[in-house]
Structures are given as structure tokens and as C-alpha cells.
């Protein structure tokens, strides 16, 4: 991974239990790192590592949902450092904690935890110190769609402009319910659910099918290519559409550099790049949104034939150097 091209507020989403906080931290380590491996992974092993895995690198902040609780009788609101021993205690326990497990944890019962403005004015505050080791810091956010609207603004311009070296990594389970404003700031990755449905032998083919034919400069393979999927089944067309769409985000965070963020194995990661390293963020950006918006047509039922011709050779001009 090239560390200079990683973006600097990243938005993991995944459901409870698919391993996006582990993610985070793994990414995290990567990071802070000071012996970084030649493809792209952390030694495991430098002080650093030990210090990120044990959750207590100096440069590596966690915010998490919190709440009045039994242990802390104050006249404030609470915020992460309150409890940030009961935080690393329930992290190293399991490190795919989910949200019950840590209120129960916090003893906060039947309350519900929030990120609020005490804890935003926290990370702005921490923030304006160098980092503890003279290196990146990382602040993990635990839960952002647990912080409140005023939390979330005076979060907005730290997370477009991070000061150089600071490195956002924020774990959702329901991404839907951040502000939009928030997520647009972020690269998202989407981590998979561990049950996923794996992509079609037969969409896999099919996208590659189109994909040799546009790198190989042949605008009329790319007709017969529209014509065939045309006459296929309604269902097996909108597995092509969705199907797309995750293999496309995979070659997307190779393109990005960040290959462990597409969750594929090495021989995967392999084939894959081979089609990455040719694409270009205008092709991702255009082919992303033609593909959800031809999910919409399908549903709607809109004349297939037409709808495969426009689809492919935007995917042949948008690959032509
Ligand atoms: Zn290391």
C-alpha cells in the first residue's frame, strides 16, 4: 500500500459482527507501523505494532459511545477517556465487540451511548498537539452514527482537513444514518458480512468478458456482448448490475492502493489487479453510478437491449486512454 495515496478519513461500514472494527485497527497498525513490509502490511512485531494491538499507542485515539454511568459521577458528560480503560479491557476481550456488549460493559443498562459535543470539542482539542511519537496518529470512531447533529458539525472541517499525518478511520453499522455530509468526506469501504453472498461464477465472466473486449479496443464484440446479455433472464441481468458493483469496489481500493481493503485473497488480488491498474478514478466514478441507475431500470422493467448497448460502451469510452 502506498501510505501517501491513502485517504485520510475512511469510513469502514459493515454489519455487527463483520470484523470492521478489527479492520479498522488492522489498518490502523499499517499506519503507525515503523517497519512497514514490502507489500503493504504491518511487521507485527516493531514497539508500534505491540502498542497498536494492545490498544495503548500513545498516537492511537478511540472514541466510542458513552453515557452516564454508575463509575463516573460527574456534573459533565462523559466522553471516551472517562472510561477508556474499561475500553481497552472490552477490546482486547473481543475485538468485534458489538454495541450491547459494551453498554453492558459501561453498566449504562438500558441507556443508549452518544458521541456528543463534549467529546467532539475532546478530539478537536488533542488534535492541536503534535503526535506522541512524532509520526501519524490514528483516531478510531467507534459508532459515528451515534454522535449528535452539533458533535457531527464541529467534526466536519477536522475531517476534510485533517492536520498532515492524522488519519480518520470511522466503524459503521448503519452508514445510512450519518449526515450526508459526514460520509461524503469519507472513503468508504464496504467491509463484506462474513455470510455474504459470493459474486456469480457467472456475472464474474460476464464483467470480464466486456472488460477484455473494451481494453482490447473492439467496439463490435462490445455489440454482441449487449446483444447476448439482452436475452438473458431478468435475474441473472440484475446479478450482473450488483455483482459489478462489488467487484468494481474491489478493484477500486486496489486502484486506490489499499489492497487489503478489498478482502480478496492473494491469488484473487492478483487477477484482479491485473484489471485495476488500468482504470482510472473517471471510469470507476462514471461506471458506478451507470450500473446503480441501470439496477433502477431493470426494476422497472425498461427495455433490456438498449439498456446493455449504452451500458457497455460507457464502459468502452470510459476505458480508452
Ligand atoms: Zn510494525
Not at 515503523?34 to 485515539?61: F, M, V
Not at 431500470?297 to 468502452?316: K, T, W
Request: hydrophobic share 40%; aromatic share 10%; net charge neutral.
Amino acid at each position: 500500500m502506498r501510505i501517501d495515496t491513502l485517504s485520510h478519513a475512511i469510513l469502514f461500514s459493515g454489519e455487527e459482527g463483520s470484523g470492521a472494527l478489527p479492520q479498522a485497527l488492522s489498518l490502523a497498525k499499517y499506519i503507525l507501523c515503523a517497519q512497514k513490509t514490502e507489500d503493504g502490511e504491518p511487521c507485527g512485531t516493531c514497539p508500534s505494532c505491540r502498542k497498536a494491538q494492545n490498544a495503548i499507542h500513545p498516537d492511537l485515539h478511540f472514541v466510542v459511545p458513552v453515557n452516564r454511568a454508575k463509575s463516573v459521577s460527574s456534573s459533565r458528560m462523559p466522553v471516551t477517556d472517562d472510561f477508556i480503560d474499561l475500553w481497552r479491557q472490552a477490546f482486547h476481550e473481543n475485538p468485534d465487540i458489538t454495541e450491547q456488549q459494551w453498554y453492558e460493559k459501561l453498566e449504562i443498562e438500558n441507556k443508549q451511548g452518544t458521541i456528543g459535543t463534549a467529546e467532539a470539542e475532546n478530539i478537536i482539542r488533542k488534535l492541536q498537539f503534535k503526535s506522541f511519537e512524532g509520526g501519524a496518529r490514528v483516531m478510531i470512531v467507534w459508532l459515528p452514527e451515534r454522535m449528535n447533529i452539533s458533535a457531527s458539525n464541529k467534526l466536519l472541517k477536522i475531517l476534510e482537513e485533517p492536520s498532515p499525518g492524522t488519519y480518520f478511520l470511522l466503524v459503521s453499522h448503519r452508514p445510512d444514518q450519518l449526515l450526508p455530509t459526514i460520509r461524503s468526506r469519507c472513503m468508504q469501504v464496504q467491509v463484506p458480512p462474513k455470510d455474504r453472498k459470493p459474486v456469480s461464477a457467472e456475472s464474474y465472466a460476464n464483467l470480464q468478458n466486456l472488460l477484455d473486449l473494451c481494453f482490447a479496443g473492439k467496439p463490435s464484440g462490445i455489440l454482441d456482448w449487449a446483444e447476448d446479455m439482452a436475452s438473458r433472464g431478468r435475474e441473472v441481468q440484475k446479478a450482473f448490475m450488483t455483482d459489478s458493483l462489488q467487484i468494481l469496489r474491489q478493484y477500486y481500493m486496489i486502484f486506490l492502493g489499499v489492497p487489503q481493503l478489498a478482502f480478496l485473497d492473494k491469488p484473487e488480488e492478483t487477477a484482479a489487479a491485473r484489471y485495476a491498474n488500468r482504470m482510472g478514478d473517471v471510469f470507476f466514478q462514471k461506471i458506478y453510478l451507470r450500473l446503480n441507475t441501470s439496477l433502477e431500470q431493470l426494476e422497472r422493467n425498461v427495455n433490456a437491449r438498449p439498456l446493455f448497448c449504452s451500458l457497455a460502451f460507457d464502459f468502452f469510452l470510459s476505458l480508452q486512454k
